[in-house]
Nanobody, 124 residues
């Protein structure tokens, strides 16, 4: 089992920055990668970013590329999502997730463990 706890969400203005954290515990060594997803009201959950544990390679959705950065602190077993130049369309509940299996990283159904989510609201 793996437990994930997100934090760092809030209400900001367009152009501001936020850093989300995802603290992982449990059998994290058995997982393949970490992902961040988001879900806006009335919309499906969508991929934001992913980071592979073994080599640190990152992968981003086109909508956040150049603005968001996923990173990790191995000592703290924590993954971060630095969000810069935030836009109103970034408003959503943000979730971190991890999975055991190799393969694609941008589909929610591929993930085994999820955090409870943290709300990010960007006002115009």
């Amino acid at each position: 089992q793996v437990q994930l706890v997100e934090s760092g969400g809030g209400l900001v203005q367009a152009g501001d920055s936020l850093r989300l954290s995802c603290a992982a515990s449990g059998r994290t060594f058995s997982t393949y990668n970490m992902g961040w997803f988001r879900q806006a009201p009335g919309k499906e959950r969508e991929f934001v970013a992913a980071l592979f544990w073994t080599n640190g390679i990152t992968y981003y959705a086109d909508s956040v590329k150049g603005r968001f950065t996923i990173s990790r602190d191995n000592a703290k077993n924590t993954v971060y999502l630095q969000m810069n130049s935030l836009k109103p369309e970034d408003t959503a509940v943000y979730y971190c997730a991890t999975k055991r299996r190799r393969g694609g990283v941008d589909t929610p159904a591929q993930y085994d463990y999820w955090g409870q989510g943290t709300q990010v609201t960007v006002s115009s």
